[in-house]
């Protein structure tokens, strides 16, 4: 049988051709184009305190988080408006079209106190404000060791859903003044499980040994109501040192840590609270 011979213009023999080299090259200068986004790193620095935390200073505006070396967009920030930002005192200076910029490593904490999101990168300097964002409505088993001051921490307590235990606890206590410092001198504010409890840079520290553990939803029934955790603490405190003694505490501090939720507790924390006097 004969064959059909079909002739192809010479044109389209050439293009044919080139087709793997014109795939090739575009393909090469698109891995170029994504991975040059004209920063340079300049210096990277590396500090000593994981402990800090930061919000937008503007929710409203664009503020990209990147990968390490500024070549790929990971997230907009501000889609993530009740976050705060862990910052791991790590930042990195970059150059961009001869200015150059510090940039901060940093993560997502979750509104509900998740400091393992998947979500970080560095950011822009500028974008962020030093402290845990102030939603604290939105908020919920905030690590205490985030709060800068007294003020800060007292409005969480306030205003958190997670904090209804800590609010009733300090009523207890009318006249004593809750104090952050003391609550990180504490690890978490309670020394009940310490043979001869101390805190630096206090003294005269009262201890409530049969009513911290209360507190601590890893070693007392995680699955009770926080109405009937206070009731045992109120109940424990009326017995060892009634509403008159502690109306009476006006010179001490108290620093106080719970969370309702057992899964954010760790060993080095101890939830309850310490009371006593500055140095």
Do not use: C
Request: glycine share 6%.
């Amino acid at each position: 049988m004969n064959k059909k011979i079909i002739n192809v213009p010479k044109r389209i023999k050439v293009l044919i051709l080139l087709m793997p080299s014109l795939i090739i090259g575009f393909a090469t200068t698109m891995i170029s184009t994504s991975a040059n986004s004209g920063y340079t790193v300049v210096k990277r620095m590396t500090g000593n305190n994981a402990d800090v935390a930061y919000h937008l200073a503007n929710n409203s505006k664009n503020a990209y988080l990147w990968n390490g070396t500024h070549t790929k967009a990971k997230a907009n920030l501000r889609n993530y408006k009740n976050y705060s930002w862990r910052y791991y005192g790590k930042s990195v200076i970059l150059s961009h079209n001869s200015k150059k910029s510090v940039y901060y490593y940093i993560q997502g904490i979750t509104p509900n106190g998740n400091e393992g999101s998947k979500i970080r990168g560095i950011v822009w300097h500028g974008y962020l404000t030093p402290g845990v964002n102030p939603n604290y409505k939105q908020l919920n088993n905030i690590n205490y060791r985030y709060f800068n001051t007294d003020s800060e921490y007292l409005s969480y307590v306030k205003k958190s859903p997670s904090q209804k235990l800590t609010r009733k606890v300090l009523k207890l206590f009318p006249n004593t003044q809750l104090s952050i410092k003391l609550t990180k001198a504490a690890n978490g504010a309670s020394p009940w499980a310490w043979s001869s409890p101390t805190v630096d840079g206090y003294k005269n520290i009262l201890e409530f040994p049969t009513v911290q553990r209360y507190f601590n939803k890893r070693f007392y029934k995680p699955d009770i109501s926080d109405n009937t955790r206070f009731k045992l603490i109120k109940d424990g405190l009326d017995k060892s040192y009634s509403q008159t003694k502690r109306n009476a505490l006006s010179q001490y501090q108290i620093g106080i840590y719970y969370y309702n939720n057992p899964h954010r507790l760790i060993d080095d924390e101890a939830p309850g609270f310490t009371i006593a006097i500055p140095e």
